[in-house]
């Protein structure tokens, strides 16, 4: 059975960081993307980042956070994770893993002052 937990987020100032993990377990992560997605309160979800099963493959990165979000991935742990820098009020959000066609729960993401 897929599971897929995230982990990291919280209440951090504009301009803080965060690293967000998903732990990954019940499948052979390896063979995988990995993507997170993130969606704030009245909005759709959206892409925010991707990576391939190894990593070797130039990643994908929604405009909006090119330059400040670095999404990374080891398999010998079955993690992915996704650091993220200069953070801005409008990254408020609650931030999902998505992996071998299902969905994390997701963590919480809180930029303000």
């Known amino acids: 059975q897929v599971q897929l937990v995230e982990s990291g987020g919280g209440l951090v100032q504009p301009g803080g960081s965060l690293r967000l993990s998903c732990a990954a377990s019940g499948f052979t992560f390896s063979n995988y993307g990995v993507s997170w997605y993130r969606q704030a309160p009245g909005k759709e979800r959206e892409l925010v980042a991707s990576i391939s099963s190894s990593g070797s493959i130039t990643n994908y990165y929604a405009d909006s956070v090119k330059g400040r979000f670095t999404i990374s991935r080891d398999n010998a742990k079955n993690t992915a994770n996704l650091q993220m820098n200069s953070l801005k009020p409008e990254d408020t959000a609650r931030y999902y893993c998505?992996?071998?066609?299902?969905w994390g729960k997701g963590t919480l993401v809180t930029v303000s002052s």
């Open positions: 998505r992996c071998a066609g299902d």
